[in-house]
């Protein structure tokens, strides 16, 4: 399955701290996408990283991608109440056009 | 504003019935995706169309359907109609590019009765 598993499922912060999920996935990959999706909205795109990238940043999110373990992770730094969302990943692979989600991780960060 | 615009937003029917959903992707996609969202199952990919062409299938049932047409936009049919049914279906596009960024419509909210 191309799909990619989040991990934890769920995570409860304070405003300000960091917080850090991650994504496992099991076949070979081209890219690997992060998303939020607040309550009941769509799908929000927040960062694309390459199999040729190990790291990249974008504003409070630091991603990084670790394709010898099959493994990527979202850094959100400072987190405030409005990053209270659930986070979902999505590996892409060569010509499977499939962009698939898995079960995401619900981050909850309390004021 | 993703630009992706789904229409109703709500829709509410009996169990048995047929329903359409529309999706308009943002001006210059060519990709479409078909997402339904239930409590239980999680974001399901259903289907995706490429410039009227399906390109990739999913969990999509038979009851369920989708084309798009010339001008891009993309129906979702959903025919005999059942309770479990009721999700929320989310359309995306993106460009020509698999694995580029998809960009969500905000999603109708289907409710069988």
């Known amino acids: 399955s191309q799909q990619g598993e989040e991990d934890p499922q769920a995570l409860s912060i304070q405003e300000g701290e960091n917080a850090t999920m991650n994504c496992s996935y099991k076949t070979s990959i081209n890219n690997l996408q992060w998303y939020r999706q607040n309550s009941g909205r769509g799908l929000v795109h927040l960062i694309l990283i390459r199999s040729n990238e190990r790291e990249k940043h974008s504003g409070r999110l630091r991603v990084t991608l670790d394709t010898s373990k099959k493994s990527s992770s979202l850094l959100i730094t400072a987190s405030r109440a409005a990053d209270t969302a659930s986070y979902f990943c999505a590996p892409g692979r060569g010509s499977n056009y499939k962009l698939t989600f898995g079960k995401g991780t619900l981050l909850t960060v309390n004021p | 504003d993703s630009g992706v615009t789904q229409t109703p937003k709500h829709l509410i029917t009996a169990t048995g019935q047929r329903v359409t959903l529309r999706c308009s992707p943002r001006s210059g996609d060519l990709s479409v995706y078909w997402y339904q969202q239930s409590l239980d199952q999680g974001l399901q990919f259903l289907i995706q169309?490429?410039?009227?062409?399906?390109?990739a299938k999913g969990n999509i049932l038979e009851r369920f359907s989708a084309q798009q047409f010339p001008d891009l936009h993309s129906e979702l049919n959903l025919s005999s109609l059942e309770l479990g049914d009721s999700a929320l279906y989310f359309c995306?596009?993106?460009?020509?590019?698999?694995?580029?960024?998809?960009?969500f419509g905000q999603g109708t909210r289907l409710t069988v009765v």
């Open positions: 995306a596009s993106s460009g020509p590019d698999p694995h580029t960024e998809a960009f």
């Open positions: 169309y490429y410039n009227g062409e399906e390109r």
